[in-house]
């Protein structure tokens, strides 16, 4: 056991290292448990456009660096190790990380989330250069070309029409005929003379070697026929997991496992609050987790001085 602390943020993507900064700045002294992916999902990417402050861009990494140096440079004690699991039965909040229980009074979980991805033959060699599961982040880096969305709910379609704003051709590619996407998304998509649809079929193996993505080989899954389709990049939309299991079911959460705000950013358990794609089903981007962060550490804050931490 060691010394309760007033707060202990659980992970450092955007979200956890700007709730940091904002703690740190208060004098929370806070830990960060950075995680098993320290700077979290932009640690993949190569280029971000998108994020206020860079008008060239930066790579997802460098930002990630800067981020972590700010949020130490207020006090924050970022330590690069997971956290187990937590016991939020009664206050002090227990963390356990391997064999070391820790002791804090608030904690905000800023775990993220993860795309779901395929697993199609050949997809390590491809993702993030060639296929991406962010629209929004990376669609812009396929302007005038050809590419293939994967998946049949709102977010495929809401994805593939997006891209047509700049891509040449984007065919949908879904397993069933059948489509779970709502039906006015699903018009607007069919509306849309740059979309084409390859239904009934699947990815088998991606083709191009690193580098140099080329496009897919679909398996019929009526027929088993394989058909070569080329193209640019694919966009994969069918889904992502947000990191909860740890917590052990003890906050309220929706049926996927999202984390539910109750007040503000407080979860079902008083003082412990949530922010970024973990408890974000729609807007998932960088500017909107770092907000999160922000909001957490404001109201995480306020609730310890309401109850005379
Ligand atoms: C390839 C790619 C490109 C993207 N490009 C852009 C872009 O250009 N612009 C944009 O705005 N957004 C982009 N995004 C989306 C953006 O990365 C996310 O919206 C953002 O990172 C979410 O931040 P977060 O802090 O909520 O979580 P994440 O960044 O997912 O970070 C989660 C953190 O939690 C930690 N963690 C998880 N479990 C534990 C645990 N048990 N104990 C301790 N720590 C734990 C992980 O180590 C990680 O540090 C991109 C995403 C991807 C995958």
């Not at 202990?8 to 290292?17: C, T």
């Not at 460098?62 to 981020?67: A, F, G, K, T």
């Not at 779901?116 to 060699?125: M, S």
């Not at 079902?268 to 970024?276: E, K, L, N, Q, T």
Request: charged residues 25%; negative net charge; contains cysteine.
């Amino acid at each position: 056991m060691t010394d309760v602390r007033n707060l202990i943020i659980i992970g450092s993507g955007p979200a956890g290292y700007t709730a940091g900064l904002y703690a740190g700045r208060a004098m929370l002294n806070p830990i960060i448990f950075a995680g098993f992916s320290s700077g979290g999902q932009l640690m993949l990417t190569s280029d971000i456009e998108n994020f206020p402050g860079y008008p060239q861009g930066i790579g997802g990494p460098e930002m990630m660096m800067e981020l972590r140096s700010q949020a130490s440079k207020f006090g924050c004690d970022i330590i690069d190790k997971n956290v187990d699991s937590v016991d939020l039965s009664e206050r002090p909040f227990k963390v356990t990380v391997g064999n070391e229980v820790h002791l804090a009074n608030s904690l905000i979980v800023t775990t993220g989330a993860e795309a779901i991805w395929l697993d199609a033959e050949n997809e390590p060699t491809h993702k993030g250069r060639g296929i991406s599961t962010c629209a929004t982040c990376d669609g812009a880096f396929f302007r005038d070309k050809e590419v293939m969305v994967v998946g049949g709910g709102d977010s495929a379609m809401e994805e593939a029409t997006f891209l047509t704003k700049f891509c040449n051709k984007v065919t949908i590619v879904h397993r069933r005929e059948g489509l779970r996407a709502s039906q006015i998304m699903i018009d607007r998509a069919k509306q849309n003379p740059k979309i084409a649809w390859k239904l009934n079929s699947k990815v088998k193996s991606w083709l191009g070697s690193e580098g140099s993505f080329e496009g897919a080989i679909l398996l019929d899954t009526k027929t088993g026929a394989e058909e070569d389709i080329s193209c640019d990049g694919a966009f994969i939309a069918i889904g992502h997991k947000p990191i909860t299991d740890f917590l052990g079911g003890q906050v309220e959460m929706d049926q996927e496992g999202y984390i539910l705000w109750k007040e503000n950013s407080m979860t079902s358990v008083p003082g412990v609050f949530a922010g970024g794609d973990v408890v974000d089903t729609r807007y998932r981007q960088a500017i909107t987790a770092a907000g999160m962060g922000c909001m957490a550490a404001i109201d995480a804050e306020r609730w310890l001085e309401d109850n005379e931490h």
